[in-house]
């Protein structure tokens, strides 16, 4: 007489999702069951299939489900990262040419200082130093360039890491931006899984981190490449 189909292989004939993730859990068979009972053998097996990609398509669903908030952590991630090494950090060579060119172009609307450099990131960088009480002189085409940077910084006024600190400050809403855009683009090539992916690794990637913490031009030119 014909055996009968035990429960589990009916369950995934007619597709029970909960027979399926509690078997997809046991232990595969081996082969000398699957020598013995080839039946059982396939069954078990499709099962446990069943339940991978089961398990594959819940965690696509709560990626998609939550993908915003992913993406609010991972940018908030860049944040975090850069404001502490900003407070570690101390001047580069090249960020108070930028800093007090930009500067100077918004206070004197003189553009000679650093002019071998686009202005625009010089610019951005320097904004929040409107809000600070700087002393700053005419640059005089004649003078060092260098010690014009370095008067400014150190003698004119006596307050360096925080101008540095908050010259840096727009670098990283920068990064943050091409951060979002980075996500955007995968997403809309690939899907929505592959956006937060590129995302990822955007935020590990050292060189975006070690110049989104720095008023220079480098991480603006990228964003708006």
Known sequence: TPRPVPSAHRDVRTGNLATIRGLGRDRSPTEQQCAVDTDYCHTTREI????MRVNT????????????FIVTLLL??????CVLSMRAKTVTFDEPNHLVAGYSYLKMGDFSLNWPNPPLISVISATPLLFLDLKIQMYDPHQSGRQFVHDFLYVFNDNANQIVFWARIPVVL???????FVFRWANELY????????LLLYVLEPNILAHSSLAT?????????
């Open 57 to 68: 398509a819940q965690i696509r669903q709560q990626l998609v489900s939550h993908h915003k």
């Open 174 to 180: 920068l990064s943050l931006l091409l951060g979002f």
């Open 48 to 51: 446990s299939n069943n339940a």
């Open 217 to 225: 031009t480098d991480l603006g030119i990228t964003c708006f490449m």
């Open 76 to 81: 908030s991630a860049i944040v975090l990262q």
């Open 191 to 198: 899907g929505i899984e592959s956006g937060l992916l590129a």
